[in-house]
């Protein structure tokens, strides 16, 4: 195992897990650079460029990692997938460190992960190939007509996949549009940006 391997990193905190399934829960994050879906509504544009943060080594990660003693590491973005993952999440394995993916899967996965969000965006839509692996489905909702890119996205993903709902922050009416929807859609739950609420990271 190569522990020399190096990801552009915009930055790595430990925190809370604020969204989806895992809300609520110890988390370390390493947000690797580097995004070609380029949402409108992205809140990490910072993240784009890869080219303008530093390479850090999986040694150096794993070390961080190791240090905050998470229930679950978190790799995000920026878009980690345009990345080769498979030494990173080989190192963390060897550790025994439990490893989530937080992707919108416009390309091919690398690595092995014992918990994978899917969160396509229509800007850059997914590949075929992820939709059979991912363990929950979280939908950013800005108007209506992302309701329906939200069913189609779910016809694609296994029927035990979770689907969740998530209000864009920016848009508060979009917060109203998603109870309504849950509330005669009873599938999908609603998943709330929890850190923002508090202030946290
Ligand atoms: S996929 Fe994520 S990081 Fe990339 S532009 Fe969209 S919200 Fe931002």
Known sequence: ?????????????????????????????????????HCPFCDTKHSWN???????????????????????VVITGGEPLMHN???LTALFHAHSLRLHLETAGAHPLTGEFDWITLSPKPFLPP????????????????????????????????PTTHLFLQPEWSQPDSRQLVIDYILTHPRWRLSLQTHKYLGIN
């Not at 590949?127 to 309701?147: F, G, M, N, R, W």
Request: proline fraction near 5%; aromatic fraction near 8%.
């Open 1 to 37: 195992m190569d522990s020399s391997s190096t990801y552009p990193v915009v930055e790595t905190f430990h925190s809370l897990q604020g969204e989806g399934y895992w809300v609520g829960v110890s988390a370390f994050f390493i947000r690797l650079a580097g995004c070609d879906v």
């Open 50 to 72: 890869a080219q303008r943060h530093p390479l850090v080594t999986i040694d150096r990660l794993l070390e961080q990692a190791r240090q905050a003693r998470p229930q679950i």
């Open 85 to 87: 993952l498979q030494p």
């Open 127 to 158: 590949l075929a190939s992820i939709y059979e692996q991912a363990h929950e489905l979280k939908v950013v909702i800005q108007s209506p007509k992302d309701l329906q890119w939200a069913e189609n996205e779910a016809q694609k993903v296994r």
